[in-house]
């Protein structure tokens, strides 16, 4: 019987202590990696000092079209494409390199964090799958989230154009995302080819 190399498993526990630490749920963990469920509570608790959340993953794409998380997956995606295409980061270590980037930004833009590790691996996967696309705001030039089957001839994007649902708050925090979001480089578009390429 073939012994399990060491290394190769120390590898996987870090990348779960990792993700632990970025606020993975456990079933990202069981997804990222060859560890048993067993290792990876046992490693959860050990990290976070309480149990994994119970519950589902994100299962729809509603929620990364509404205003906030929609700027939030967009800024993200748009870091996550960036790297994919000039850099050697692929497949988890881009999803992880990529949040952590995000949330420096929102950091140094002094902004509240909208998406979680969670929603950010699974807006990958569903730009994979092709249920999620990007659009380019004829306005600003950007590019922003949306659902794949729609159409974007005329499309404007929610910071150009805020919603009179959003409110007075959500208006008043539109100058600094429309500020963090046009201070990313250029050209940092996510293509499908590139995504596959993770």
């Known amino acids: ?102 949330l420096e930004h929102l950091h140094v833009n002094k902004l509240e964090i909208t998406l979680s590790f969670t929603r950010a691996w699974s807006l990958v996967r569903f730009f994979e799958a092709k249920m999620i696309d990007t659009a380019q705001c004829r306005q600003c030039g950007g590019r922003y989230v949306v659902h794949a089957m729609d159409l974007h001839d005329h499309f404007v994007c929610g910071l150009c154009h805020v919603p009179s649902r959003a409110g007075k708050t959500r208006k008043a925090a539109s100058e600094p995302l429309k500020l963090a979001m046009a201070s990313l480089p250029r050209p940092a578009t996510v293509t499908r080819r590139s995504a596959v390429a993770a």
């Open 1 to 102: 019987m073939r012994s399990k190399s060491v290394v190769s498993d120390a590898r996987q526990v870090q990348l779960a202590a990792d993700l632990v630490r970025l606020g993975a749920r456990l079933q990202v963990l069981e997804s990222e990696t060859s560890l048993s469920r067993e290792r990876l509570l046992k490693l959860y608790k050990e990290v976070k000092g309480e149990s994994p959340p119970k519950g589902m993953l994100p299962f729809s794409t509603d929620w990364f079209m509404s205003w906030m998380p929609n700027i939030h997956s967009s800024l993200y995606l748009d870091i996550y494409g960036y790297l994919v295409r000039h850099t050697p980061a692929r497949g988890i270590e881009a999803m992880m390199t990529a949040y952590r980037l995000y």
